[in-house]
Nanobody, 124 residues
Framework: QVQLVESGGGSVQAGGPLRLSCAAS????????MGWFRQAPGKEREFVAA???????YYADSVQGRFTDTRDKAKNMVYLQMNSLKPEDTAVYYC??????????????????WGQGTQVTVSS
């Protein structure tokens, strides 16, 4: 099992940057596919980004080119660098983990482990 704790959320003006961190505790961190999801009020949780064992990354179209997902295996950390933020990026952001292989990286149901979430608010 793995425990996840997000940090780094906050309020920022449109166009600004913010970096989220996700600390993972537990064994075999490098064997987990790590995902980022977000949920805005009244909306379903949606995929943002994911990073695999070999550091391959996948992004939602809405954040491609603005967000960068990285991991530090030595520190058991995952980071989501968010640039050029827009008001529509406002949401609670969650870190998630899946152990082993994964076919549908963007599906909420594929991830068994979740953090508590961190709020990101982007003002215009």
């Amino acid at each position: 099992q793995v425990q996840l704790v997000e940090s780094g959320g906050g309020s920022v003006q449109a166009g600004g940057p913010l970096r989220l961190s996700c600390a993972a505790s537990g064994r075999a961190f490098s064997s987990y596919i790590m995902g980022w999801f977000r949920q805005a009020p009244g909306k379903e949780r949606e995929f943002v980004a994911a990073i695999g064992w070999s550091d391959s990354t996948y992004y939602a179209d809405s954040v491609q080119g603005r967000f960068t997902d990285t991991r530090d295996k030595a520190k058991n950390m995952v980071y989501l660098q968010m640039n050029s933020l827009k008001p529509e990026d406002t949401a609670v952001y969650y870190c998630a983990a899946h152990y082993g292989r994964l076919q549908e990286w963007g599906k909420v149901r594929e991830y068994a482990y979740w953090g508590q979430g961190t709020q990101v608010t982007v003002s215009s």
